[in-house]
């Protein structure tokens, strides 16, 4: 089902309320929206009876292209997994595919969020079971392969543990052996650099700031 061309005036003046875009910053993600979708269809191979395939918004192969190629976050396969799962579990029912409301309100943290949004988003991508805690075995998983192994190393993921160790040791603030909302939060304003410590999964200042700038001059 292709979205309407136009979006509702209520649903403008809502996500107006509920986001930090401008009116015209929505319309104009409206219309890449729509793009998106459109794009989606045409590009899904038909059923096997020859009927076109049902997309009902931005599916999980065009959330990856979105970050690849319009945000440059070249970040780690199990990154864009979580980002794109903390994305579709805010989206209604969890259906697979994020329509337009959850699609700029995921936006609007990823580009215009204020701290507080950002660390709450960083920590749900890196609480890898869901649970309200990143432990030191979801740690191990993130870091794994931000460390380059060196042949001859005997045991290659001893860095990685000792990694782990050490930004354990800055995030738990309470000294409990895991990293809570709280302690991650306490942390990441004191030290802000601390914010993607397991992974980029926000998009660099630069790539922001160009593709604001395309929305409005869209408008």
């Given at each position: 089902?292709?979205?309407?061309?136009?979006?509702?005036?209520?649903?403008?003046?809502?996500?107006?309320k509920?986001t930090?875009?401008?009116?015209a910053?929505?319309?104009a993600?409206?219309?890449?929206?729509?793009?998106l979708?459109i794009a989606?269809?045409?590009?899904?191979p038909?059923?096997a009876?020859?009927?076109?395939?049902?997309?009902?918004?931005i599916?999980q192969?065009?959330?990856?292209?979105?970050m690849?190629?319009?945000?440059?976050?070249?970040?780690?396969?199990a990154i864009?997994?979580?980002?794109w799962?903390t994305?579709?579990?805010?989206?209604?029912?969890?259906?697979?595919?994020?329509?337009?409301?959850?699609?700029?309100?995921?936006?609007s943290?990823l580009?215009?969020?204020?701290?507080?949004?950002?660390?709450?988003?960083?920590?749900?991508?890196?609480?890898l079971?869901?649970d309200?805690?990143?432990?030191?075995?979801?740690?191990?998983?993130?870091?794994r392969?931000?460390?380059?192994?060196?042949p001859?190393?005997?045991?290659?993921?001893?860095g990685?543990?000792?990694?782990?160790?050490?930004?354990?040791?800055?995030?738990?603030?309470?000294k409990?052996?895991?990293?809570?909302?709280?302690?991650y939060?306490?942390a990441?304003?004191?030290?802000?650099?601390l914010?993607?410590?397991?992974?980029?999964?926000?998009?660099?200042?630069?790539h922001?700031?160009?593709?604001?700038?395309t929305?409005t001059?869209?408008t």
């Amino acid at each position: 089902m292709m979205p309407n061309k136009k979006l509702k005036e209520k649903h403008l003046d809502a996500l107006y309320k509920q986001t930090h875009f401008s009116k015209a910053e929505i319309e104009a993600l409206y219309t890449m929206y729509r793009r998106l979708v459109i794009a989606a269809q045409a590009a899904a191979p038909a059923s096997a009876i020859g009927h076109p395939p049902k997309i009902d918004g931005i599916d999980q192969s065009t959330f990856r292209d979105v970050m690849h190629n319009t945000f440059d976050l070249v970040t780690e396969e199990a990154i864009l997994e979580r980002m794109w799962m903390t994305w579709e579990r805010g989206a209604a029912g969890g259906e697979g595919s994020l329509r337009f409301e959850s699609w700029v309100k995921g936006l609007s943290v990823l580009l215009k969020g204020n701290m507080e949004e950002r660390i709450g988003y960083c920590f749900k991508v890196y609480d890898l079971n869901n649970d309200g805690f990143i432990t030191r075995e979801e740690m191990f998983l993130l870091l794994r392969n931000s460390l380059l192994k060196q042949p001859g190393d005997e045991d290659p993921d001893e860095g990685v543990r000792e990694l782990v160790e050490l930004v354990l040791k800055k995030l738990d603030v309470d000294k409990d052996g895991t990293v809570s909302l709280d302690d991650y939060r306490e942390a990441v304003e004191q030290e802000p650099l601390l914010l993607e410590a397991f992974g980029q999964c926000l998009p660099t200042k630069r790539h922001t700031t160009t593709f604001l700038k395309t929305l409005t001059n869209k408008t």
